[in-house]
């Protein structure tokens, strides 16, 4: 006679054996982000490549950190643990460590995080310098 198992012991099980995994702990992982959309706090997308994708979370300590701001369509390396969400029987990867991928790209990270930042104090700059004539005119 089978024995049929719920979804639910069947996810608990699989769960098991990824937590237990030690291949599983520490993954290496390059891919294009995708479905970014930033949040005020953790982070949620795709990684994917030209035949898989696979969820990913940053928790908000390691993304502040980062030094760089993901963009739709970039391409990172990441380090991270796999995981199974019960609930839904998904598995993702939790990120620990993340760069932009390509010779320079970290650096080039860096220059458009400066150009950001720059452009920013610069509009700010403007706005005070344009009430600053305003309040003289009157």
């Known amino acids: 006679m089978e024995k049929y198992l719920s979804v639910a012991t069947l996810t608990k099980y699989l769960k098991m054996k990824f937590d237990k995994d030690p291949y599983l702990e520490r993954v290496y992982l390059t891919g294009q982000v995708s479905n970014f959309r930033k949040r005020p706090t953790h982070q949620y997308f795709s990684l994917k490549d030209d035949r898989a994708v696979i969820q990913a979370t940053i928790w908000s300590g390691i993304y502040q950190k980062l030094g760089f701001d993901l963009e739709e369509g970039m391409k990172i390396n990441v ?11 998904s598995y993702s990867i939790i990120i620990e460590r993340a760069e932009p991928d390509g010779v320079g790209a970290f650096e ?22 344009n009430l600053y004539h305003n309040f003289q005119k009157k």
């Open 79 to 89: 380090v991270g643990r796999v995981q199974v969400y019960e609930p839904s029987g």
């Open 108 to 129: 080039l990270s860096n220059l458009n995080n400066l150009r950001r930042n720059w452009q920013k104090k610069v509009c700010f700059k403007s706005d005070l310098n």
